[in-house]
């Protein structure tokens, strides 16, 4: 897999598929193997470029505190490794951040946007979810961290249904323990965010995806994000939890695809 340098980092990146260039940007933590059923799904039709956004997966380790601003200068640079001038831009949860920024700082860059899961400030009930997951990350052992984050970001029939799958990640988090620091980084990098001055620059076709049960970041997010962008359209799936792209799979890449055709 190719690596471009920008801002010091070097950062992994790939393009899967041919069409129209499309950047698939999502979660801080977001890996290879979470990201591949919607790389495979868009690449029937686009060039997909998807990365390891700096400090994490298969990137040299950081703090990763950097602001969205930074992270939305970091795609621009992709897109200069790839050679796409312009392209699609799909963001879920911190990428819709990523994407929001990017959008509205670099629109010239942006044909079409989807945001998944957005936020659009600190407001006091995201504030008190991102206290209690850094507490969580500073006191619970392992196991339990990741059984507590499954807790918020999936629904209850899909955690039952793939219950061997999440154990198997709680055990697998004895050997690679969570690290406070850099979670409370990354928490804290979303609630220095403050999207509601950037939306009315937001000129591209937009499209908002959100999940009515989403603890992570709730569903007034997304009505308010699709009301402050003049081209935006919301699409409010009747479940799937905050990781709605993976757990609604068929859904999500249906709206998307229809939506950039």
């Known amino acids: 897999m190719p690596k471009a340098t920008i801002g010091g980092a070097q950062i992994y990146y790939e393009v899967t598929g041919k069409g129209a260039p499309l950047v698939l940007t999502l979660g801080q933590g977001s890996t290879p ?21 700096r400090g994490t997966g298969r990137n040299e380790p950081s703090a990763q505190a950097e602001s969205m601003e930074e992270l939305a200068r970091d795609i621009v640079g992709l897109m200069d490794a ?27 860059r942006v044909t079409r946007l989807v945001l998944g ?15 209690m997951r850094m507490a969580a990350a500073r006191t619970l052992p392992a196991d ?12 209850p029939e899909y955690r039952r249904e793939h219950f061997k799958r999440f154990d198997k990640m709680a055990q697998d988090a004895l050997a690679s323990p969570q690290d406070p620091l850099t979670i409370s980084a990354r928490l804290n990098a979303i609630l220095a965010f403050d999207a509601r001055p950037l939306y009315p620059r937001i000129r591209c076709p937009t499209l908002v995806l959100a999940a009515r049960d989403d603890l992570v ?15 935006a359209r919301l699409v ?15 859904e999500f890449l249906a709206e998307v695809l229809a939506f950039l055709r």
């Open 33 to 53: 193997q979470a990201r591949a059923e919607l790389v495979d799904g868009l690449a029937r039709n686009h060039a997909v470029l998807a990365y390891d956004q």
């Open 82 to 108: 790839a050679g796409f001038p312009t392209a699609h831009v799909v963001g879920h949860s911190t990428g819709a951040g990523k994407a929001t920024a990017l959008a509205a700082h670099h629109p010239e």
């Open 117 to 131: 899961a957005p936020w659009t400030h600190a407001g006091p009930d995201l504030r008190v979810l991102q206290a």
């Open 144 to 155: 339990h961290y990741a059984r507590y984050n499954a807790l918020l970001l999936y629904p």
């Open 217 to 231: 970041m709730p569903l007034w997010f997304a009505q308010d994000a699709a009301s402050a962008i003049a081209a």
């Open 236 to 250: 409010a799936l009747d479940g799937g939890g905050h990781m709605f792209p993976e757990t609604r799979a068929d």
